[in-house]
């Protein structure tokens, strides 16, 4: 699963970076297969990739996974497995970087943030694994919804007032695979969303958290995922 570059303190592999090639990918552009050997992993410098799995029905649409945002990378089948576990399609006109899978191991071992970020990432896929086969007790729709926006606002969201804006633009379709959820029924919610003033959409169409708080409550924590929120949601 994809996990954040910290430039200013992750040295060794921002160098990597600026010595890599840049691949300029058009809206839709498959960068590889699932099956395909892996022989690098990728960074993300603007746009998004997704990552996806065949759909379950012969013939079915792709269903994405896992999204990689500006600075994360991605594709660390690469490490050890040495295929790709998911295809990696182009989300958005996008610009990324192929990195050497050695150079890339032996930079975190110098890298204490990204190490961190890779090893939480791998504890949070961990996690929705679980909670997503929660069966008939598991979270509702409107609560993986929840969650998947928190995430998204935690990984790209730019502050704005109390709440924060995405970055990238994610169509309904994407947030519904994520959520595990038919894309009539998030479009359901995020318009009650919307309405309710939990969230908002910019004139491009990108979404905005307005109520973080709003949104911990629905995905059922107690506590806000942005530090300092629960000071001010207490105050309004």
């Not at 690098?40 to 994405?64: I, K």
């Not at 379709?173 to 998030?186: F, N, P, S, Y």
Request: aromatic share 6%; charged share 25%.
């Amino acid at each position: 699963m994809p996990f954040r570059l910290h430039p200013p303190r992750d040295r060794k592999l921002f160098r990597l970076v600026k010595e890599a090639e840049a691949l300029r990918l058009a809206k839709g552009r498959r960068l590889y297969m699932p099956g395909d050997e892996a022989q690098a992993v990728f960074l993300v410098r603007s746009g998004f990739v997704r990552l996806v799995l065949p759909g379950l029905d012969f013939g079915g649409q792709e269903r994405t996974v896992a999204v990689a945002l500006p600075w994360e990378i991605f594709g660390d089948e690469a490490f050890t497995e040495g295929h790709r576990r998911y295809g990696a399609i182009a989300g958005a006109r996008c610009v990324v970087h192929p990195l050497p899978k050695a150079a890339v191991l032996t930079g975190l071992k110098t890298a204490k943030s990204s190490l961190d970020a890779y090893l939480e990432g791998q504890e949070q896929e961990l996690h929705r694994l679980r909670h997503a086969q929660g069966g008939s007790h598991g979270p509702s729709t409107a609560q993986r919804l929840a969650e998947v926006m928190i995430d998204l606002g935690a990984r790209c969201g730019e502050p704005t007032g109390r709440g924060m804006q995405l970055s990238e633009r994610l169509t309904h379709q994407v947030l519904a695979d994520l959520a595990g959820a038919h894309r009539a029924t998030i479009t359901t919610l995020l318009n009650d969303w919307l309405y309710d003033g939990v969230i908002g959409s910019s004139p491009d169409h990108r979404l905005s958290i307005r109520r973080p708080g709003d949104l911990w409550a629905l995905a059922g924590y107690q506590s806000p995922m942005i530090r300092g929120q629960t000071g001010a949601d207490q105050g309004s």
